[in-house]
């Protein structure tokens, strides 16, 4: 196994253990570099990542590392990236390296692989895309949206829990784009990476600085992943809501991602639920047994491994959550066959992948765990959840609250009444059955629930 193919299998690892903001903030652009008798030396981008990877993830990453070698953790060493003199060509990456004295620590640059000129990593696409039940409206209305771009579907809404694969659709639309009009302006973008643009503009706009506008409203196709995160953003909602006006009029397509549909997004203005609900809406939710067993023989052959189909059957069958931890179990399973030379069987797999198949679905749940993710997901603090605020923003995510805290762990009314700030127990029982009258005539409020109860058992 190539140090890439092991380090690869320990990022699968890692992305089942730690939170996505996490993995994406420390991990993106580590690479192992050298691996000798147990002491392992990892190149990371700068001396912050470093910093942290030392101080808070040294023990996940030991722990990986052992699960994924079979071998015994002696040091792990982690080193800042620079230019130096030996170039190394593999797979299409160029990499500098320092030949390093005895006790010294190699250095390496890597270009980053990827990405476009629109930030869009090329490997996801629509012909790699699994298509089941869970998800083929919202890949149809992506595909639709490529051949009549700002007509049929404007905006395109895209929304699903963690790891389903919102990420991969919506960029999977952008490469499409650049392979059938290549001369199309396409702008890829976080919500996140959104908010800071224009929290820069702000401060240059005394100089008349008009990159921002320019930017966004000159482009043909706007995708932003993760749209929830504007919620609260008063500003940013402001020039967004023009932004997506002026290209709506002029006919160019807007696509978004969210982790919920747009009335579940509290702090979010009216006037932009009112345009998100314009378009189309489609959900991702979690994928069923045939459309996981598919993903899991395509990425066999992306990755040109055997894997004998009980082998497949058996994660596919304990390993429900989202995708994210389906190609982590996989994953996990090729790496130890391939350093340790062994033949892939059910019995192997059920060992190996005992934390993670063997685990329950449901966690221990909490009244706490439940407000803190009912809190979390309506983008508020969890303690305004007990407090007397009786503004809609906050009584109906209480009154969820204490739904969940009924349906999902019956606590009794009495208690509940009491976890929510010492109220009465006929406050809980109102709330129970407001909720579930409101369940059964409103679909979107049963997905919006789903949610949160996926939230609740895969955070």
């Known amino acids: 196994m190539t140090n890439e193919e092991i380090w690869q299998a320990v990022l699968g690892e890692l992305e089942l253990t730690i939170s996505r903001a996490s993995f994406t903030t420390w991990f993106k652009n580590t690479y192992l570099l050298t691996k000798n008798e147990g002491e392992f030396i990892i190149s990371v981008p700068n001396g912050f990542a470093k910093e942290w990877l030392e101080n808070k993830f040294q023990k996940e990453i030991a722990k990986c590392l052992q699960n994924v070698t079979s071998s015994r953790i002696k040091r792990i060493t982690f080193c800042l990236n620079s230019k130096k003199d030996v170039l190394l060509k593999e797979k299409g990456r ?19 692989e990827v990405v476009n000129e629109y930030n869009l990593n090329p490997r996801y696409t629509f012909e790699n895309f699994i298509v089941g039940p869970n998800n083929e409206l919202a ?49 890829y973008i976080s919500c996140e990476k959104f908010i800071e643009d224009f929290i820069t503009y702000l401060q240059i706009q005394k100089s008349k600085d008009n990159g921002f506008k320019n930017k966004y409203r000159k482009t043909d196709y706007l995708l932003i992943d993760d749209i929830q995160f504007l919620a609260g953003k008063e500003g940013t909602q402001e020039e967004f809501f023009h932004t997506f006006n002026y290209l709506y009029q002029n006919n160019k397509q807007i696509v978004l991602t969210s982790d919920r549909p747009p009335k579940a997004i509290l702090g979010l203005e009216d006037r932009l639920v009112s345009r998100f609900e314009g378009g189309m809406i489609a ?9 996981r067993r598919a993903i899991l023989i395509a990425k066999c052959k992306e990755r040109k491994v055997n894997i004998p189909e009980n082998v497949l059957n058996y994660i596919a069958a304990n390993i429900q959550n989202n995708i994210r931890e389906l190609e982590g179990a996989l994953s996990r399973l090729i790496a130890r066959c391939q350093l340790n030379n062994l033949t892939p069987t059910e019995e192997l797999a059920r060992h190996i992948l005992t934390n993670i198949a063997g685990r329950p679905n449901k966690k221990a749940i909490t009244s706490r765990r439940i407000l803190e993710t009912v809190a979390s997901f309506y983008n508020i603090k969890s303690e305004e959840l007990i407090t007397k605020n009786r503004k809609k923003e906050i009584a109906w995510p209480r009154q969820i609250a204490m739904y969940l805290m009924r349906d999902e762990i019956k606590t009794s009314y ?28 409103d679909i979107n409020l049963r997905q919006e629930i789903d949610l949160i109860r996926q939230k609740l058992y895969t955070s």
Do not use: W
């Open 94 to 112: 160029t990499m500098v390296f320092l030949q390093p004295k005895l006790n010294e620590e190699v250095q390496i640059i890597q270009e980053e």
């Open 283 to 291: 959900d991702i939710s979690m994928p069923n047994l045939e459309t």
């Open 414 to 441: 009495p208690t509940i009444g009491q976890e929510i700030g010492g109220r009465d127990h006929t406050t809980a029982i109102h709330a129970y059955e407001k909720v579930s009258k409101e369940i059964e005539k």
């Open 139 to 187: 890949h149809a209305a992506a595909q639709a949206i490529v051949q009549s771009p700002g007509k049929t579907y404007n905006p395109l809404f895209i929304y699903g829990g963690v790891g389903l694969g919102k990420t991969h659709l919506i960029q999977a639309i952008g490469n499409k784009v650049c392979q059938v009009f290549p001369k199309k302006r396409i702008v």
